[in-house]
């Protein structure tokens, strides 16, 4: 019986690994990487992961969600976000951070 429950738990939390989801990339601005430590959050349909750049401008959130979601961040005292597909492999989005005309947005690579 033991054995059977340790088994079963196992499954379950192998099952719980495979769910999760996740986007990677860089995110620039002005052709050089964001600083490290910019907070980026994904959102999708009311559940939300986030995470922080490197000092290579590189991110990288993981989600137990798929589908329709959108990314955003704060930098520089402005916010942009992006609406991005979430799928259960792994997804890359290089992003590019632009101003124009005092407002901010996220746009793809």
């Known amino acids: 019986m033991r054995k059977a429950t340790i088994a079963a738990l196992g499954v379950l939390a192998l099952a719980a690994l495979a769910s999760a989801a996740e986007i990677h990339g860089t995110i620039s601005e002005s052709g050089k990487p964001l600083p490290q430590g910019v907070p980026i959050k994904l ?3 009311g559940t939300s992961a986030s995470g922080v750049t490197d000092q290579f401008g590189g991110y990288s959130i993981k989600i137990n969600a798929t589908g ?16 991005v597909t ?22 793809r690579k």
Do not use: M
Request: charged residues 30%; aromatic residues 4%; glycine residues 8%.
């Open 43 to 45: 959102d999708c349909s």
């Open 86 to 107: 979430v799928y259960d492999k792994p997804s890359r989005y290089d992003l590019v951070v632009k101003t124009e005309g005092g407002k901010t947005s996220l746009v």
């Open 68 to 83: 329709d979601c959108k990314v955003s961040l704060e930098s520089k005292g402005a916010s942009a976000s992006l609406s």
